[in-house]
């Protein structure tokens, strides 16, 4: 399986990172075949604009779908988004993996879904939803917050994470017919200790080690039923009891990075 990891941190020894190359390592360990656009390293400009083509489709106004539609038909994306178009169409499955800021993404990774999710490569001609051209692939996020998980539980500070999530989950994976898988979540790795930070590892190891397992949305209802993620999340534990991680080289290097 061709796997894209779409990653938005801006800091090396964060746990961010340190959750990407437990990503990255399990994946190819299963076999997988690993892309990963580190949008920081790679200094991804996420301003939308003429810049995203190399030729003009109405030089008197500037209708981004127009422009991108016209590129389509050509092949006239700048080289730096059609490289990253190209990734994405050869995926099987997309992950976006970023901190939440300010219940969103960093504008970084919204910035590169402006860019690549264009008219004419992701949707258009009525290929959206249940007939998107991305119909058949997967995508699911990989996220961190900074408060902990009963601040997202609906009753208190802020919505579910699902709830917050639903414009990724929905308005961009799902319009573009991506089936999306229930995402990981490590709450406030700034604010807990190394072995909570070390169990965030090792549960997203066992994530990725049995994705057939993983539910879906659709699978939950769309609006994400808590009853299954909370099952979920005791099936991961138990899978996780099973990891010895005094031996998991990527888990020990990595124990001590914070958000």
């Known amino acids: 399986m061709n796997v894209l990891i779409v990653y938005a941190h801006h800091e090396p020894s964060s746990f961010n990172a340190a959750l990407l190359q437990v990503a990255a390592s399990t994946l190819e360990e299963a076999g997988h075949r690993v892309t990963v656009s580190d949008?920081?390293?790679?200094?991804?400009?996420?301003?939308?604009?003429?810049?995203?083509?190399?030729?003009?489709?109405?030089?008197?106004?500037?209708?981004q779908q127009a422009e991108e539609a016209h590129a389509s038909r050509h092949q006239t994306f700048a080289p730096d988004l059609a490289s990253e178009m190209f990734k994405l169409r050869s995926c099987d499955l997309l992950i976006f993996h970023f901190p939440i800021w300010w219940l969103g993404m960093p504008a970084i990774l919204k910035g590169w879904v402006d860019r690549v999710f264009a008219l004419g490569v992701v949707y258009g001609g009525g290929r959206y939803f249940g007939n998107g051209v991305m119909r058949g692939k997967s995508a699911m996020c990989i996220v961190t917050v900074g408060g902990l998980e009963n601040d997202y539980d609906g009753s208190?500070?802020?919505?579910?994470?699902?709830?917050?999530?639903?414009?990724?989950?929905?308005?961009?994976?799902?319009?573009?017919?991506?089936?999306?898988?229930?995402?990981?979540?490590?709450?406030?790795?700034g604010r807990v200790g190394p072995a909570e930070r070390r169990a965030d590892l090792v549960a997203l190891r066992a994530r990725l080690e049995n994705l057939d397992l993983a539910p879906t949305r659709r699978a939950l209802g769309r609006d994400?039923?808590?009853?299954?993620?909370?099952?979920?999340?005791?099936?991961?534990?138990?899978?996780?009891?099973?990891?010895?991680?005094?031996?998991?080289?990527?888990?020990?290097k990595t124990l001590f990075a914070r958000r």
């Open 39 to 63: 949008l920081y390293a790679m200094k991804f400009d996420p301003v939308s604009d003429r810049r995203n083509f190399t030729t003009v489709f109405d030089p008197n106004r500037l209708s």
């Open 224 to 252: 994400g039923a808590s009853a299954s993620d909370t099952e979920h999340r005791a099936a991961l534990s138990i899978a996780s009891s099973q990891t010895d991680v005094t031996r998991d080289s990527v888990v020990s």
């Open 156 to 189: 208190s500070k802020y919505a579910s994470i699902e709830t917050v999530l639903y414009p990724i989950h929905r308005g961009i994976l799902e319009f573009t017919g991506f089936e999306v898988l229930s995402p990981f979540v490590a709450y406030g790795p």
